[in-house]
């Protein structure tokens, strides 16, 4: 009779602990198609939460219960079935999900080796991107040659002009140069005809005074009149 009350009590804690719960999502039935692995994987992973939820539930009731111990030693043994049972279905959906992928790959390779058609396609395709980036490549080293000899040309036009500039700076220089030596050329030729102008003026002035000097009679010492001849 206990043993009936016992399970009996523990089943009615389980009533309790589903309605505790219930706004758990439930499963949904299955559909006419068959579930993906994705969607397998999130049920397990909803029932795994939900049973976690249950437990929880039932061990904090146990604890209200004279016979706590039995009632949590029975709720964990159908707590550890249950998430038993959910990791079996993990494993088993884990390897179905194995032989799907194996079996993708292998009807990739398939269709890879039935389709030379595809491969010949492909090979075009990556020959064409190859012409395309060899032209790419081509039209980008053209234009830094362009670049390079534009500034070439840039740089020897600006020395040709600093050239004529230079040689006309010092042909201007030189020409100022000569102005100058054949003004000072002259001015010295000017200073002398000035003195040799001054020079003969002098020496006709002396000459002159030379002559006045001897034309003069001489005075008499005695201050007697001149004898006649």
């Given at each position: 009779?206990?043993g009936w009350l016992?399970?009996?009590?523990?089943?009615?804690?389980?009533?309790?602990?589903?309605?505790?719960?219930?706004?758990?999502?439930?499963?949904?039935?299955?559909?006419?198609?068959?579930?993906?692995?994705?969607?397998?994987?999130?049920?397990?992973?909803?029932?795994?939460?939900?049973?976690?939820?249950?437990?929880?539930?039932?061990?904090?009731?146990?604890?209200q219960r004279f016979?706590?111990?039995?009632?949590?030693?029975?709720?964990?043994?159908?707590?550890?079935?249950?998430?038993?049972?959910?990791?079996?279905?993990?494993?088993?959906?884990?390897?179905?999900?194995?032989?799907?992928?194996?079996?993708?790959?292998?009807?990739?390779?398939?269709?890879?080796?039935?389709?030379?058609?595809?491969?010949?396609?492909?090979?075009?395709?990556?020959?064409?991107?190859?012409?395309?980036?060899?032209?790419?490549?081509?039209?980008?080293?053209?234009?830094?040659?362009?670049?390079?000899?534009?500034?070439?040309?840039?740089?020897?036009?600006?020395?040709?002009?600093?050239?004529?500039?230079?040689?006309?700076?010092?042909?201007?220089?030189?020409?100022?140069?000569?102005?100058?030596?054949?003004?000072?050329?002259?001015?010295?030729y000017d200073e002398?005809?000035?003195?040799?102008?001054?020079?003969?003026?002098?020496?006709?002035?002396?000459?002159?005074?030379?002559?006045?000097?001897?034309?003069?009679?001489?005075?008499?010492?005695?201050?007697?009149?001149?004898?006649?001849?």
């Open positions: 009779m206990i016992r399970h009996g009590g523990l089943a009615l804690l389980w009533v309790a602990a589903a309605s505790a719960v219930a706004a758990t999502p439930t499963v949904a039935p299955l559909a006419p198609q068959a579930p993906t692995v994705e969607q397998e994987r999130s049920r397990i992973e909803r029932e795994r939460a939900a049973e976690m939820g249950r437990q929880q539930a039932v061990e904090s009731a146990c604890y016979a706590v111990n039995d009632c949590l030693a029975e709720a964990r043994v159908k707590h550890r079935e249950v998430l038993s049972d959910l990791k079996r279905q993990e494993v088993q959906l884990n390897d179905r999900e194995r032989r799907l992928r194996a079996g993708e790959q292998l009807r990739r390779i398939e269709e890879k080796v039935s389709s030379p058609e595809r491969d010949i396609d492909l090979l075009n395709r990556q020959q064409q991107a190859q012409r395309t980036e060899q032209d790419r490549q081509l039209n980008a080293e053209k234009k830094a040659v362009d670049s390079v000899n534009q500034t070439q040309e840039r740089a020897g036009r600006r020395q040709e002009q600093q050239r004529r500039l230079e040689q006309a700076q010092k042909e201007d220089a030189e020409r100022a140069q000569k102005a100058q030596a054949a003004a000072d050329e002259r001015k010295r002398k005809l000035r003195d040799a102008a001054q020079h003969r003026q002098q020496l006709q002035q002396d000459i002159k005074n030379r002559s006045g000097a001897r034309a003069a009679p001489l005075p008499d010492p005695a201050g007697a009149p001149a004898s006649k001849p």
